[in-house]
């Protein structure tokens, strides 16, 4: 069973096994955490110490991370701590593109899709609580949850990565939310700066390192996210067209990757964003840009999916057993500066 881990300003935690059944507690943080007794500010520090971690014990008697479990601890109420995002940054984050059929479908795709990559800035990665902010030029903001490798070892260039090697590259998964500023990126072709704006990478709450056997549940890991109650996706990882191996193998021909690192491995369909029937889009095809796009975001302004001030953004990723459990991530969404639409 996977470890889950949680940080605040005051440093690493432990979430206690018995706090991980998500299905009794509503999602609500009801758990209990035990401070890790390290001097690990980053989380590349924290996974290189982990072999070498205690927790801080009661009793005084220092017990191994892992074994948490038999500790007997009565822990901190996680309720009461300000989780902050288990990835610090600065670091690289990697993001898979159209990586779920059904997202393919709702993008208008048919076919092979070829495996694409793109850049996020690290200055983008925000904690699970924390808010949302609409730049007041944007006005289709959209949401993808994704599920979040965080390496623990170097990944050269030219490694090649088979689904048994995958313990040795990745120490442990987060989940973390894709923020997009959709006219950014669609007229701009501009992925980097539509997903780069503070606030467009909430992380957490936890970092779920995993045993290597752990790894052999990721396709029954179940992605799901709603906006105010409302669910919007909800699919598993057998939906994923390249997966973690494979991703990591295609990136490592041209992008090295360290521990603490940071790859995004694609959302499921039920974003805001859908492509425009084919008839539509073949006359499109027609127009100037300019007056294409304008048309295409007049009809989406329709749209009451994309995200706007006051909604509440929730996320969860599991396995059905609670083998592997990423806890709950809360976000609620503000207009920047107060600006309400």
Same mark, same amino acid.
């Given at each position: 069973?996977?470890?889950?881990?949680?940080?605040?300003?005051?440093?690493?935690?432990?979430?206690?096994?018995?706090?991980?059944?998500?299905? *009794?507690?509503?999602?609500?943080?009801?758990?209990?955490?035990?401070?890790? /007794?390290?001097?690990?500010?980053?989380?590349?520090?924290? !996974?290189?110490?982990?072999?070498?971690?205690? &927790?801080?014990?009661?009793?005084?008697?220092?017990?191994?991370?892992?074994?948490?479990?038999?500790?007997?601890?009565? +822990?901190?109420?996680?309720?009461?701590?300000?989780?902050?995002?288990?990835?610090?940054?600065?670091?690289?984050?990697?993001?898979?593109?159209?990586?779920?059929?059904? %997202?393919?479908?709702?993008?208008?795709?048919?076919?092979?899709?070829?495996?694409?990559?793109?850049?996020?800035?690290? +200055?983008?990665?925000?904690?699970? =609580?924390?808010?949302?902010?609409?730049?007041?030029?944007?006005?289709?903001?959209?949401?993808?949850?994704?599920?979040?490798?965080?390496?623990?070892?170097?990944?050269?260039? +030219?490694?090649?990565?088979?689904?048994? /090697?995958? $313990?040795?590259?990745?120490?442990?998964?987060?989940?973390?939310?894709?923020?997009?500023?959709?006219?950014?990126?669609?007229?701009?072709?501009?992925?980097?700066?539509?997903?780069?704006?503070?606030?467009?990478?909430?992380?957490?709450?936890?970092?779920?390192?995993?045993?290597?056997?752990?790894?052999?549940?990721?396709?029954?890991?179940?992605? #799901?996210?709603?906006? @105010?109650?409302?669910?919007? *996706?909800? #699919?598993?990882? =057998?939906?994923?067209?390249?997966?973690?191996? *494979?991703? &990591?193998?295609? &990136?490592?021909?041209?992008?090295?990757?360290?521990?603490?690192?940071?790859?995004?491995?694609?959302?499921?369909?039920?974003?805001?964003?859908?492509?425009?029937?084919?008839?539509?889009?073949?006359?499109?095809?027609?127009?100037?840009?300019?007056?294409?796009?304008?048309?295409?975001?007049?009809?989406?302004? #329709? @749209?009451?999916?994309?995200?706007? %001030?006051?909604?509440?953004?929730?996320?969860? !990723?599991?396995?059905?057993?609670?083998?592997? /459990?990423?806890?709950?991530?809360?976000? $609620?969404?503000? /207009?920047? %500066?107060?600006?309400? #639409?």
């Amino acid at each position: 069973m996977s470890t889950n881990v949680l940080r605040t300003a005051e440093g690493w935690w432990v979430v206690l096994p018995q706090a991980l059944d998500s299905a *009794q507690t509503g999602g609500t943080p009801t758990g209990r955490a035990v401070r890790v /007794d390290t001097k690990a500010v980053t989380t590349a520090e924290l !996974i290189a110490d982990l072999p070498h971690a205690r &927790l801080r014990s009661r009793g005084g008697t220092p017990i191994a991370v892992r074994e948490a479990a038999l500790s007997g601890e009565v +822990g901190t109420p996680v309720s009461e701590l300000a989780v902050l995002s288990p990835v610090t940054t600065p670091c690289r984050v990697v993001a898979q593109m159209v990586n779920y059929r059904s %997202h393919a479908r709702d993008s208008g795709f048919t076919g092979d899709i070829p495996p694409a990559f793109f850049r996020k800035a690290s +200055g983008s990665v925000s904690g699970p =609580a924390e808010t949302i902010v609409r730049p007041t030029h944007v006005k289709f903001l959209d949401y993808e949850i994704e599920l979040g490798l965080v390496m623990g070892a170097p990944l050269p260039i +030219g490694t090649v990565v088979e689904e048994k /090697d995958l $313990p040795s590259y990745v120490a442990g998964l987060v989940i973390t939310n894709d923020v997009s500023a959709r006219e950014v990126q669609l007229t701009k072709t501009q992925f980097y700066e539509s997903k780069s704006y503070p606030t467009f990478t909430p992380a957490g709450p936890y970092l779920a390192l995993l045993e290597p056997e752990d790894f052999a549940h990721l396709l029954d890991l179940r992605l #799901r996210l709603s906006v @105010n109650g409302e669910p919007r *996706q909800d #699919r598993t990882l =057998a939906d994923m067209i390249v997966r973690p191996a *494979q991703a &990591l193998t295609l &990136l490592a021909r041209f992008q090295t990757l360290d521990p603490g690192d940071l790859l995004l491995t694609g959302t499921p369909g039920g974003t805001a964003l859908k492509a425009p029937p084919k008839p539509v889009e073949k006359i499109g095809a027609l127009l100037p840009p300019s007056v294409k796009w304008k048309a295409f975001f007049k009809s989406q302004a #329709r @749209n009451p999916h994309y995200l706007r %001030h006051g909604d509440v953004v929730t996320a969860s !990723i599991a396995t059905p057993d609670g083998r592997i /459990d990423l806890g709950e991530q809360r976000t $609620p969404v503000a /207009d920047a %500066h107060g600006e309400q #639409r």
